[in-house]
């Protein structure tokens, strides 16, 4: 059996394994940074100085700082540091500085036909 689900790769409980609530905790924050994805903007590559709880950006080709070799995904400022995603064909979010609908189309972001502002 893998260890993780093969969508989300969301960490899956293994038999007999010790502190069963780290695997559980850490699989309910991936769909909460997930499902119902808001991001502020696409491409960023430099972290902003502070950010707020569950804010989240579509990392751009070259990201510095603590981004650094995280391209292409989605970073999401969770409990005090950064969580990120790897992007599958089909997600789609809402991009606050575009004001408009995309979806992941395996390589780029592309607004969704009818949901630009």
Known sequence: MPDITPNLELPFI???QAQ????HNEAIELLDMIVQLTVESTGATTPPASANEGQAWVLGTSPSGAWAGQAGKIAAWRGG??????PREGWMAWVKDDSE????TGSIWAT???TAA
């Open 112 to 114: 969704l036909a009818g």
């Open 81 to 86: 540091g950064w969580l990120f995603a790897t």
């Open 20 to 23: 069963k609530h780290v695997t």
């Open 14 to 16: 293994m038999p007999a």
């Open 101 to 104: 609908l995309q979806v992941f």
